[in-house]
């Protein structure tokens, strides 16, 4: 069974731009969650969705939003890009909510 | 609100020592608990978990249990190997309903040869 697939590897933007990032969740299942990785941050909860629907949202600015689509996979996008954005995405995927997660390699952004 | 504390790392340590990382928590419920790892370049894996109060969670030579007297989860490992070079990150969920994992920060483990 393939894993939780997430592209691309590595992007790299500049202030101002806008960026969508893909996550594809391993077959079956329906919860996808994005957390945001800094170092000197840690992992920060971004948002969950099951179904479709958000279910679960960090505390960011609205600049960062989401999606999922019927067959479960997942975008993210984060408008008017600035430098502290730079971070490794990581996305993970389980089978129902408040089950084990299960990670992708994640979406190294940097902002220039 | 939830939250995880664990200790500030960099931890290195020789091959074959003892592991302890400290890991506690405040929850407003009954959570779960977890310790994920993430080696270089890679996404966090599952390494263990418990579910309720006593429990011992156990995978690859690490464990850990769940305190709930301490709210403590710390994960330790009798012979570290080179390989166990990564990040850990102990987390919570609460039970019931839609809830988000809560992460701690992550304690980086450098196992020198």
């Known amino acids: 069974k393939a894993g939780v697939t997430q592209t691309p590897r590595y992007l790299i933007k500049t202030r101002g731009q806008q960026v969508t990032l893909s996550c594809s969740p391993i077959?079956?299942?329906?919860?996808v969650s994005w957390y945001q990785q800094t170092p000197g941050q840690g992992l920060q909860f971004l948002f969950e969705y099951f179904s479709e629907t958000q279910r679960n949202k960090g505390n960011f600015p609205g600049r960062f939003s989401g999606r999922q689509f019927s067959n479960s996979r997942s975008e993210m996008n984060v408008s008017t890009l600035e430098l502290g954005d730079s971070a490794l995405y990581l996305c993970?995927?389980?089978?129902?909510?408040?089950?084990?997660?299960?990670f992708g390699s994640g979406t190294q952004l940097s902002v220039l | 609100g939830n939250s995880v504390t664990q200790m500030e790392g960099p931890v290195t340590l020789s091959e074959e020592a003892f592991l302890t990382i400290n890991c506690t928590y405040t929850?407003?419920?009954?959570?779960?608990l977890f310790w994920y790892v993430q080696y270089p370049g890679e996404g966090l894996q599952l390494l263990l978990k418990?579910?309720?109060?006593?429990d011992k969670g156990s995978n690859k030579g690490f464990e850990a249990t769940y305190r709930k007297e301490t709210t403590s989860f710390h994960l330790e490992k009798g012979s570290v190997q080179v390989s166990d070079s990564a990040v850990y990150f102990c987390?919570?969920?609460?039970?019931?309903?839609?809830?988000?994992?809560?992460f701690g920060t992550g304690t980086k483990l450098q196992v020198i040869p």
């Open positions: 929850a407003t419920g009954y959570p779960s």
């Open positions: 418990a579910t309720k109060a006593d």
């Open positions: 993970a995927s389980s089978l129902e909510v408040n089950e084990k997660l299960f």
């Open positions: 987390a919570l969920i609460l039970s019931g309903g839609y809830q988000k994992v809560t």
């Open positions: 077959s079956g299942h329906r919860s």
